[in-house]
């Protein structure tokens, strides 16, 4: 089983829709969770970190069920520049290792 | 500002060919990683390094080797190279911190025919 999966898309959505992702983990002790950014094979950026209270930056909203075990992206107003692919990572209990999702494409459309 | 710096950008290698992909920080962070990412299968980890004089195996460790002299380089050594290396590799370094984010170089494209 894949320490991290999620929904490869792609999602098509109009400018302005709200859409969200999902990802699942399955080590019930990793501690640290993130979703990066990565346009056209060009380096992962963080877009964010995961909070456990959940947590928002601008039109992206963030949340974690530990009892569950997944985390999720809501983007609000897309614009056509969030087209891109979004990765879920997460850190394991001492931090030394990071495990990506496959990604997320999403294309935003005029 | 440099961050995290990859060299070579491209590579082409034939079957068996060896080569160091170089990677170099000057944020003096402890933590240094490298990555390869395959169509459909996201990143995975090669190895790890927690500070000079450490390093570690990840997830897909075979074939490559890598040390680390000091705090700023980490390069991966491919000893033979084989078709199936051929990939998008990514180093990645981070500084301590429960939530610190990972700062990535630009990558290297490697073909091996």
């Known amino acids: 089983r894949k320490e991290v999966e999620q929904d490869p898309g792609p999602f098509n959505v109009p400018e302005g829709a709200t859409v969200a992702f999902n990802c699942t983990y399955s080590?019930?002790?990793?501690?640290?969770f993130f979703w990066y950014r990565q346009d056209c094979r060009k380096e992962p950026k963080l877009l964010m970190s995961?909070?456990?209270s959940g947590n928002e930056d601008g039109r992206f909203t963030a949340q974690l069920n530990r009892a569950s075990q997944y985390i999720s992206l809501l983007i609000r107003d897309s614009k056509l520049s969030d087209s891109a692919t979004y990765l879920c990572?997460?850190?394991?209990?001492?931090?030394?290792?990071?495990?990506f999702g496959s990604g997320t494409k999403l294309n935003v459309k005029p | 500002n440099a961050g995290v710096t990859q060299t070579p950008k491209f590579q082409v290698l034939k079957t068996g060919q060896s080569m160091t992909l170089q990677c170099a920080q000057d944020m003096n962070h402890e933590y240094m990683s490298w990555y390869r990412q395959d169509p459909g299968m996201g990143l995975r980890l090669i190895h790890y390094?927690?500070?000079?004089?450490?390093?570690d195996q990840g997830e897909v460790p075979n074939g490559y080797n890598v040390s680390r002299s000091t705090t700023e380089d980490f390069p991966l050594r491919l000893l033979s190279a084989a078709p199936s290396q051929t990939s998008v590799y990514f180093c990645?370094?981070?500084?301590?911190?429960?939530?610190?984010?990972?700062?990535f170089g630009s990558g290297t494209q490697l073909s091996v025919l």
């Open positions: 990645a370094s981070r500084p301590q911190g429960l939530n610190e984010k990972l700062f």
């Open positions: 080590n019930s002790a990793s501690q640290s």
């Open positions: 990572v997460v850190g394991r209990a001492n931090f030394n290792k990071f495990y």
């Open positions: 390094s927690v500070g000079a004089g450490i390093t």
């Open positions: 995961v909070y456990s």
